[in-house]
């Protein structure tokens, strides 16, 4: 009984002493905000009215223009961006208004995105989109912000660039930093990089699913989609993805590939676009997560049309030494042809310089398949099936 009552004493007094160790280091985001900085000063850099009135807005950044919305010396941190903009998406593309970031005196972005994709909006749509670093809304994502850190030591500057058929007539805009005189040891610089591509099929066509024969293997992710091709220190933080699929199949068999440092044959990879994604079973609901999410989604026959999916690796990052090439194939074996664009976001050890943006061209939207085009399809498949009069839709 001696012997019981002395151990129980023991682990008594043992998390007893834990207890006091766990109050002064409990874990968690919240845990941040009650820890007191020194040396750190809040600054701002808006579109206030400098007369004093309620023209709180730049106006009239023409077609063509490009126009400085920040530009810091020093050192600091940018902790929010908040962006809204007129006309709407009727006559203003925000798929051709461009965000260029600039760290550290470079005369290279390290951040250069189409607006609308930067902030969690595609295809020049309007819809609500909510994560922990980005959001866009309410009122249909009018309301565009960035909760990312993005680190300078030697000043940045933020760049618009106007490259829509219309004039960008009003801009409302904050940029919140920290202003300080030294940043802490080891703080990377933020990167974000617009990639858009329309994928080819295989020269025996689009047979997801084996609908149409037998389907072979894909083990290099030689004709991968690529949405990241980094060279140099760093870690992946996240990616919003917009496909645009053409045909009512899912466009989502295709696994992810990351290449690591070099590698020639992937060390990381997936099982599939969804579960890349957090997802399973190739959704069509909205969803909202933190890190992940399902904000857009096509409302067409199977999963024909537009779907917009995001990933955070908030608590994973992806890391490399000196290289990261992220890919991803479309459909099963690269077998779909799909409009895709999507935006990496990344952190590395210096401002580097960001692969070749795609071109206005390139970026053009493509038109929704009508219910019209069904019809058609159908009219030419009547037609090889010898056009009977009875013909349904499942013969072979």
């Known amino acids: 009984m001696k012997t019981f009552l002395k151990s129980t004493l023991l682990l008594l007094l043992g998390l007893f002493c834990f207890i006091p160790d766990y109050a002064q280091n409990p874990p968690g985001q919240m845990y941040e905000l009650v820890k007191m900085q020194n040396g750190m000063r809040n600054r701002r850099i808006s579109s206030y009215d400098r007369s004093g009135n309620n023209r709180d807005h730049l106006t009239n950044i023409e077609i063509g223009e490009k126009r400085t919305i920040a530009e810091i010396e020093g050192t600091g941190m940018i902790n929010h961006i908040w962006i809204t903009m007129s006309p709407g998406p009727d006559r203003l593309n925000r798929n051709d208004i461009i965000i260029r970031m600039y760290w550290d005196g470079n005369e290279y972005p390290s951040v250069e995105s189409p607006i609308g994709p930067f902030f969690g909006q595609g295809w020049n749509e309007q819809y609500n989109f909510a994560s922990l670093p980005l959001s866009a809304g309410p009122a249909k994502g009018t309301g565009l912000s960035s909760y990312f850190l993005m680190p300078f030591a030697k000043g940045t500057k933020i760049e618009i660039e106007n490259q829509s058929e219309h004039r960008i007539e009003c801009f409302y805009f904050y940029v919140d930093y920290y202003e300080t005189k030294k940043l802490p040891a080891g703080l990377g610089r933020f990167h974000a990089w617009y990639n858009h591509n329309l994928t080819e099929a295989l020269p025996q066509g689009e047979n997801e699913w084996a609908v149409t024969g037998a389907q072979g293997e894909n083990k290099s992710g030689a004709r991968n989609y690529v949405f990241a091709d980094i060279k140099g220190k760093g870690h992946f933080v996240g990616i919003n993805y917009y496909v645009h699929c ?75 030494e000196t290289s990261l090439k992220a890919t991803v194939e479309s459909g099963h074996e690269n077998n779909l042809t799909l409009d895709l664009a999507t935006v990496a976001y990344w952190y590395q050890s210096e401002a580097c310089k960001l692969p070749s943006a795609p071109s206005k061209e390139q970026r053009k939207l493509k038109k929704l398949i009508s219910v019209e085009d069904i019809h058609r399809w159908r009219h030419e498949w009547r037609k090889n099936m010898g056009n009977s009069p009875t013909l349904w839709g499942d013969e072979r």
């Not at 045909?247 to 590698?263: H, K, L, Q, S, V």
């Not at 992940?292 to 096509?298: D, E, K, S």
């Not at 409302?299 to 890391?319: A, C, E």
């Open 246 to 320: 053409p045909t009512p199949m899912w466009y989502g068999e295709g696994d992810d590939m990351w290449f690591i440092d070099g590698e020639t044959t992937p060390s990381l990879i997936g099982t599939g676009t969804e579960d890349f994604f957090n997802t399973s079973w190739c959704p069509k609901e909205e969803f909202y997560h933190p890190y992940f999410g399902y904000p857009r989604v096509n409302n067409d026959v199977g999963w024909l049309g537009r779907t917009h999916v995001y990933r955070f690796f908030i608590n994973d990052p992806v890391y490399f």
